[in-house]
């Protein structure tokens, strides 16, 4: 059974690593991205999830068990399957096929030293 899937961003977490880039990592960036630096993760992360289950033909809540991607160098993400947070921020919606009750997946970024 396939059913439409949240995964969303906890707002705080999401502001806060858009200022770690704002004030360490902008030349990562292209300058077309810059003043949208938010916008800008939420899209990475929605394509590399995309392009990634396309890829791998996985289309189910396994998929997320031990992910990361890096968005921009510096920056990590990984996935939690569960409840929406209190105050997200950046949703999109993925296709997931599993027969259990649907859960909402949180994406959780991550600064770290290179």
């Not at 705080?12 to 991205?33: P, V």
């Not at 990634?52 to 993400?77: D, S, V």
């Not at 569960?82 to 994406?107: C, H, L, M, R, W």
């Amino acid at each position: 059974m396939n059913v439409q899937v949240k995964v969303c961003f906890e707002r705080e977490n999401l502001n806060k690593t858009a200022s770690y880039i704002r004030q360490h990592k902008l030349d990562d960036l292209d300058c077309e991205y810059r003043p949208f630096i938010e916008d800008y993760l939420i899209m990475e992360i929605r394509v590399l999830i995309k392009e990634e289950m396309k890829k791998l033909g996985k289309k189910n809540y396994k998929y997320f068990e031990n992910l990361c991607h890096f968005p921009i160098q510096g920056i990590a993400c990984t996935y939690f399957i569960g409840e929406e947070p209190n105050d997200s921020k950046g949703e999109f919606y993925i296709d997931i096929s599993d027969n259990s009750t649907p859960k909402n997946i949180v994406a959780c970024l991550y600064t770290y030293l290179i």
